[in-house]
């Protein structure tokens, strides 16, 4: 590695920053295209109900609009707290 | 039957008209019959760059309204054989333009031409939705900057959804990436998106990387357009894109700057 190097790889390069957070707001994007226009909202009030009985973060709620064949599926996820869980099972 | 071409981005002023002049023009003097379309209503920018403003009569808007018939509209360019140029109005607003009167002005055109370019406006709204609607292939213009390539991703969403071969079911519109106002040097230094990056973010076919060039300003301040200046780098670039398109295999040039002394001593 020559001296030039070796200062280049104390700071990621501004290209590289910009390229992490497009990967990021694009992948993030892509999830809620071309869904129907109530998602967004639809996925508020899960979130709202489902806040009343466990405290979930925002996070832990993943929906989802998949196309099988001619079906659309909508898949909603919730990742529980391990606390609450576990409090469950007592 | 023509193959109808949407130029198309989201973000403004990435270069969209400058390449409907360029591809229009290369894809005429490769023998094929082709007529682009300016489709921003209100903001007629083509005519400029082809340099054809002084023989507007009649435009886009009056021809879906029946006011003049295409024989009237369409300028004939004076050095491309086979290259027409179908103006936007410069008065009307946007809403001017309908899905079916520009559904069947496409359709008589089709008859006539191989090719129709599609110069769409900026944004994702109706202007530029009705531009890319009838596509069957479509050139997405990025710039290596972050705003242009979050645009550009939307544009594909678009492109996949709210088209007619979308709603028909079809085959997708073929899409194809180029990527303007490219500079070696600044992605060298780690300050610029590389064209890898930009590949890699957006996932679709790279039809070619055209520098950041003083020969686009040139080329607009005379009305010509630059594929017509030989000697450039751009005008160049734009050649082998449309080779590309028309199937040909072409490397890619211009994707590093020529190294100066101090580069070639330290490498890197
Ligand atoms: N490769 C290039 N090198 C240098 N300048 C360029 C290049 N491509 C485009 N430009 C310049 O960028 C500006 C915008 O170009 P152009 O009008 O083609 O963009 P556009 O996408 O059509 O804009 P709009 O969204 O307003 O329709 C012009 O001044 C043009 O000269
Ligand atoms: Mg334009």
Redesign the interface.
Known sequence: M?F??YF?SQKK????V??E???I??AH??TT??GPEYLPMLKEELLAVISKYVEVDREAVKIQLDRDGDCEVLELNVVLPEVESQAKLR | MARIIVVTSGKGGVGKTTTSAAFSTGLAKAGHKTVVIDFDVGLRNLDLIMGCERRVVYDFVNVINGEANLGQTLIKDKRIDNLFILPASQTRDKDALTLEGVGKVLEELSQEFDYIVCDSPAGIERGALLAAYYADEAIVVTNP??SS??DS??VL?IL??KTRRAEKGEEPIKEHLLLTRYSPAR?Q??????VE?VG??LAIDLLGVIPESKSVLNASNAGVPVILDQQSDAGQAYEDAVARFLGEQRPHRFLSEKKGFLGRL???
């Open positions: 020559n030039l190097n280049r390069s501004s290209a590289a910009a390229k957070r497009l990967q707001i694009v994007e892509r295209r071309g | 900057e972050v390539v979050r991703d939307r969403g996949s959804s992605v230094k780690g300050e610029m998106l590389s990056d890699e973010i330290f490498g890197s």
